[in-house]
């Protein structure tokens, strides 16, 4: 089973060898700002093996893989990252093969790929823990004397392939105030240290010993997108870096993860339809359709879990002397009737062969887009044409909606004006780095009346499953009380949502926010 640390750290390089070559000695820390005593661990021998494809798609994303020998905490590591000098770090016990569990977590990145060594790290480490006057650890401090050896890839001259340096590596300690390691930095650049110009001793190692021959090809020259095509493309490329960065997320269950990939693949497909004028279209909706089918699969356990947390706020928020029978155990057992299998059948969507065909897919695509002549266009020509034809669908059905009469068929139309909006506001964010200020302001706009709209369909969503655990408290002999209480809430809440309506698309309609799209 693998266990899971956050990992804070700063890496230091030493500074330049001075004439008399004296060997380097760490600063006496026990100065440092609330560190009482500084203990040292001795020094550990540790021999890792890095892992990834032969075109390096896990070190372009930051995402490292080893498998390490030597001190605690031997076995496979898998680090992705979180921000600057924070990750975290999934642990699996020493195997002569790569777990199961790890592998799923790269799959999204590997695919059919393939993962092979590419870097052999042996490091001598000198560590060091400073503690505060409990004796607690604040901090981890090493010394580390570092071979690399490249491990695949033709190199020639004298240890082309090899590389060796010192650095000095700072790692918070758990529960540890953050601020100690800015009070540890002041110390070591005192003493000459400067910050690592490289993320990791992976980063490193490839770079000093890079094997010869034409190399990855030259990054794109800087200056950013100027047609309407580079814009999209650029917003494209975006949504599918983070369907990629969501799989491994998603798998671990982390908060938000389900919710985050299913927007990331929205926007693409939304993308898609709204500036079909920029890409072919009979390239582009098949691949729309499998988008959507990745979202409808993920979105039976999200929209369950969005469900959920409503209608527990909605019981929460109520007196006690209004919960009559066993509401909360109704409402958990419930949960679990509906959540059972969505979990496994998550997971099943991302391991098919099916999405990673699609994820295959887009990365074609991206490469060679099937650009048509309007992708060519000033971003500012073309953009907005597309971004009012959406206004206009969303106009003809929030048009529709105020039309009728209270009712299921007016929740239909709102539900369908949500959907309008949802993607008049897509349309906008896609274009805004184009567009700048203009666009915001439409955009937050349709984001207003989006969440009106979405949250006058979740009571919609809630008043059916309310009614569903009144029938079933019920036929157990339990009071059907409370949730018709809650039933009541919810109505009432649809209701407010409707009047507010023709206020929120007042606002939204202003002509000004149109003339200012088109200059």
Avoid: C
């Avoid at 997108?225 to 493309?233: E, F, K, T, W, Y």
């Amino acid at each position: 089973m693998a266990d899971t640390k956050r990992e804070i750290e700063r890496k230091y390089e030493l500074p330049a060898p001075s004439d008399a070559d004296e060997p380097f000695g760490l600063p006496d820390l026990t100065g440092v700002k609330g560190v009482a005593s500084v203990r040292a661990r001795g020094v550990v021998e540790l021999d890792a093996v890095y892992y990834d494809t032969a075109d390096l798609r896990l070190t372009a994303d930051h995402v490292t893989l080893r498998r390490r020998t030597g001190g605690g905490d031997e076995g496979w590591h898998l680090k992705f990252p979180v921000s600057t000098g924070i990750r975290d770090e999934i642990r699996a016990p020493l195997a002569d093969t790569l777990p199961d569990e790890l592998a799923a977590l790269v799959r999204s990145r590997v695919r059919s790929a393939g993962l092979i060594p590419v870097v052999r790290l042996m490091t001598s480490r000198d560590v060091l823990h400073l503690l505060d006057a409990k004796g607690t650890p604040l901090a981890e401090v090493s010394v580390d004397a570092v071979r690399a050896q490249r491990l695949n890839g033709e190199t020639s001259g004298k240890d082309a392939g090899a590389a060796s340096w010192t650095e000095v590596e700072v790692e918070l300690g758990d529960d540890a105030d953050p601020a100690i390691l800015d009070a540890v930095e002041k110390k070591l650049r005192k003493a000459g240290l400067r910050p690592a110009s490289a993320a990791s001793k992976l980063a490193r190692a490839l770079a000093e010993t890079a094997p010869v021959g034409p190399g990855p090809a030259a990054a794109p020259a800087k200056g950013g997108p100027r047609s309407a095509g580079d814009h999209i493309l650029a917003y494209l490329r975006d949504q599918a870096d983070a369907i990629v960065a969501q799989d491994p997320a998603v798998r671990r269950d982390l908060p938000d993860s389900v919710h985050q990939l299913r927007v990331a693949t929205r926007r693409m497909r939304s993308a898609f339809r709204t500036y079909r004028r920029i890409l072919d279209r009979s390239v582009t909706d098949p691949v729309g359709d499998e988008l959507q089918w990745v979202a409808a699969e993920l979105g039976v356990d999200r929209d369950h879990e969005v469900l959920d947390e409503r209608l527990s706020s909605r019981v929460d928020a109520l007196p006690v002397t209004l919960l009559l029978g066993p509401v909360r155990g109704r409402l958990q057992t419930w949960d679990a009737a509906q959540r059972a299998g969505s979990r496994s059948r998550t997971v099943a969507v991302l391991d098919s062969e099916r999405y990673l065909t699609l994820l295959d897919t887009l990365d074609g695509l991206l490469s060679a887009p099937p650009l048509r002549p309007d992708a060519a266009q000033p971003a500012a020509r073309a953009l907005p044409r597309a971004i009012l034809k959406n206004y206009e669908r969303l106009a003809g059905r929030v048009g529709q909606a105020l039309a009728l009469a209270p009712g299921e068929e007016r929740d239909l139309a709102m539900h369908n004006a949500r959907k309008a909006a949802k993607r008049a506001r897509y349309a906008a964010e896609a274009a805004r780095p184009a567009l700048g200020k203009p666009v915001k302001r439409f955009a937050n706009r349709m984001k207003a009346l989006q969440t009106a709209l979405g949250d006058h369909q979740d009571s919609v969503v809630a008043r059916e499953a309310l009614r569903d655990l009144a029938v079933q408290a019920h036929a157990a002999g339990e009071s059907a009380f409370t949730w018709g209480l809650l039933y009541g809430e919810e109505e009432a809440q649809g209701e407010r949502r409707e009047r507010e309506l023709p206020d929120l698309w007042e606002k939204a309609s202003d002509p000004r926010l149109r003339a200012d799209l088109t200059g």
